[in-house]
């Protein structure tokens, strides 16, 4: 495979963390999982002031250090799985800050930026809002708790998804449609996803699974 470095993405409950383990298990790649870790998010989601602000902080800088520690460890040079994007982290700041926050972050990710490794392929699950609603109450135990999102906010981060790899150019980028697809990601279904990805230029492609639900 051309492709050493991998990022799979989409919005909560896309179905990230599934895809990447399912697709290292069959290639023999080493994982990279996000760090998901952040004491300001149950506050950021409850609406407590000043969560908003530090919940990203903490994310930016702990995705940093994850993906310092991992080019020093250099795993980046065997084939690498990661369930996030680096960049993917401007997409929350700029949903959720307001001018000045924004203007602190941007100062602070202009610092970082140049220390990341560069996917050779991007992979982004586009879903549905209304599946994403579903699959986020189905992984709360369906009680509506202050660490998740509520329906609203869900469905402004999906939009902001899509805004986002529509304008999305830095790599190679495959979008998989999955609104009529589960996250089992079955043997034949993922034959084809490897034959998508082999047969990937340095383009956009767009890609319907096989296998519906």
């Given at each position: 495979m051309d492709f050493r470095h991998i990022a799979i993405?989409?919005?909560?409950?896309?179905?990230?963390?599934?895809?990447?383990?399912?697709?290292?298990?069959?290639?023999?790649a080493g994982v990279v999982l996000d760090d998901t870790e952040n004491p300001f998010l149950?506050?950021?989601?409850?609406?407590?002031?000043?969560?908003?602000?530090?919940?990203?902080?903490?994310?930016?800088?702990?995705r940093h250090r994850q993906q310092i520690g991992l080019r020093q460890s250099d795993l980046f040079n065997r084939l690498t799985i990661s369930d996030y994007l680096f960049d993917k982290d401007k997409i929350y700041a700029h949903l959720n800050l307001d001018d000045n926050e924004l203007f602190i972050y941007q100062r602070l990710y202009d610092l970082l930026a140049p220390d990341i490794v560069t996917p050779d392929l991007v992979i982004y699950l586009q879903t549905p809002t209304d599946?994403?609603?579903?699959?986020?109450?189905?992984?709360?135990?369906?009680?509506?708790?202050?660490?998740?999102?509520?329906?609203?906010?869900?469905?402004?981060?999906?939009?902001?998804?899509?805004?986002?790899?529509?304008h999305y150019t830095a790599t190679p980028l495959l979008v998989?449609?999955?609104?009529?697809?589960?996250?089992?990601?079955?043997?034949?279904?993922?034959?084809?996803?490897?034959?998508?990805?082999?047969?990937?230029?340095?383009?956009?492609?767009?890609?319907v699974p096989r296998t519906a639900v």
């Amino acid at each position: 495979m051309d492709f050493r470095h991998i990022a799979i993405e989409g919005p909560i409950a896309a179905g990230k963390c599934a895809l990447t383990e399912r697709l290292a298990a069959r290639l023999d790649a080493g994982v990279v999982l996000d760090d998901t870790e952040n004491p300001f998010l149950a506050d950021f989601y409850a609406g407590r002031a000043g969560a908003a602000f530090q919940a990203p902080l903490v994310s930016l800088l702990a995705r940093h250090r994850q993906q310092i520690g991992l080019r020093q460890s250099d795993l980046f040079n065997r084939l690498t799985i990661s369930d996030y994007l680096f960049d993917k982290d401007k997409i929350y700041a700029h949903l959720n800050l307001d001018d000045n926050e924004l203007f602190i972050y941007q100062r602070l990710y202009d610092l970082l930026a140049p220390d990341i490794v560069t996917p050779d392929l991007v992979i982004y699950l586009q879903t549905p809002t209304d599946l994403l609603r579903k699959r986020a109450r189905a992984q709360a135990g369906g009680d509506d708790t202050e660490a998740a999102p509520d329906d609203r906010y869900l469905g402004e981060l999906n939009e902001a998804y899509h805004h986002f790899f529509f304008h999305y150019t830095a790599t190679p980028l495959l979008v998989v449609e999955m609104s009529g697809f589960d996250l089992a990601w079955g043997e034949r279904t993922l034959d084809d996803l490897l034959k998508q990805i082999e047969g990937m230029g340095g383009r956009t492609r767009y890609y319907v699974p096989r296998t519906a639900v």
